[in-house]
């Protein structure tokens, strides 16, 4: 590798704001509501998976110009999980059964609340051509605030892997709590090192080891399998789920169930709030992207962007 420096033969010539230049297309970029088409087309470019949660709802970010329509990017909305470890950090007043004296009543009255005032963004997805742009950060803020502002709410969590390594959140104005490893990682590496050679985390090679066993003993891991996961799924304990137990597990696909119970393991998940600048106020229910750089992320909404 060639190191260049400054000298007589060579002159590096370092323009003043070279870096800071702003993408072009910004200018005819729009956050707007979208519907589970958009989910759809993108779907394939998230990483966590397809399944939807309860009661989703969408917002989409789309480039237009000259009669030119493209999606960019879609956000999955949804009713929260009733059950959120770090909901119980940040809100200590809507933990549940607290010394033991929660009824059925007492865990329906705290979910109408939750759902009144509170909604999850499980999914956001942008397109690999429109990424490292700007564009992520400026989506999540305005797409929260129509969305939290139309329906009535004043916060959003998110769970999510991918704030570990991209501080997009962060500059959507979100906050988080100190990051902790999944409760279910030493044992469910004790599990999988039991029972399968491959690594842990390697999902097709260890769904190509189970594949490969005797029908027998396929039978038998499997069934570990999904007696592990339906133990250390949160999902499945919350909800209408919670009253099935291992007659919906047992229901559903094996590589399903593997998929879920690798993200339990090793996908410890950072939780995330943002609380809606704009609640109480009324907002456009289509904003430029750019209308995000007229005020702080957590301040209201500019009257310039109204």
């Not at 990051?179 to 004790?190: C, K, M, Q, R």
């Not at 090192?193 to 027998?216: C, N, S, V, W, Y």
């Not at 919670?242 to 590589?255: C, F, K, N, T, Y």
Request: one cysteine or more; charged letters at 25%; a positive charge.
């Amino acid at each position: 590798m060639t190191e260049i420096v400054d000298s007589s033969e060579v002159i590096v010539t370092r323009k003043e704001g070279a870096g800071k230049h702003t993408l072009s297309l910004l200018d005819d970029i729009y956050v707007e509501f979208g519907d589970k088409g958009d989910w759809e087309a993108l779907a394939e470019l998230h990483y966590k998976g397809h399944s939807l949660a309860a009661g989703s709802r969408y917002m989409r970010c789309v480039y237009e110009k000259d009669g030119v329509r493209q999606l960019i990017g879609v956000m999955v909305f949804a009713n929260p999980m009733p059950l959120n470890k770090g909901r119980n950090q940040v809100f200590p007043h809507l933990k549940p059964n607290q010394g033991g004296r929660d009824s059925k009543m007492i865990n329906q009255r705290r979910m109408q609340q939750i759902n009144r005032f509170m909604t999850w963004n499980n999914r956001t997805v942008l397109d690999t051509m429109f990424r490292s742009a700007g564009i992520a950060y400026r989506f999540k803020n305005l797409a929260y605030r129509i969305y939290c502002t139309h329906h009535g709410y004043k916060i959003v969590e998110s769970n999510s892997s991918m704030g570990k390594f991209n501080p997009f959140s962060i500059k959507a104005g979100m906050k988080f709590i100190k990051p902790a490893p999944a409760n279910a990682l030493d044992v469910g590496i004790e599990f999988f090192t039991t029972h399968f050679k491959a690594h842990p985390a390697d999902q097709a090679a260890i769904l190509e080891e189970l594949r490969a066993m005797p029908e027998g003993e396929r039978a038998v891991v499997e069934r570990k399998l999904r007696e592990f996961y339906q133990k250390n799924s949160s999902m499945e304990k919350s909800g209408d789920k919670m009253h099935l137990g291992m007659s919906r597990v047992d229901a559903l696909d094996i590589e399903y169930v593997l998929k879920q119970t690798i993200q339990i393991v090793f996908g410890a998940t950072i939780y995330w709030v943002f609380q809606n600048p704009d609640h109480g106020t009324e907002i456009p229910n289509k904003l430029p992207i750019l209308a995000f750089d007229k005020q702080g992320p957590n301040e209201p909404l500019s009257k310039d962007s109204k």
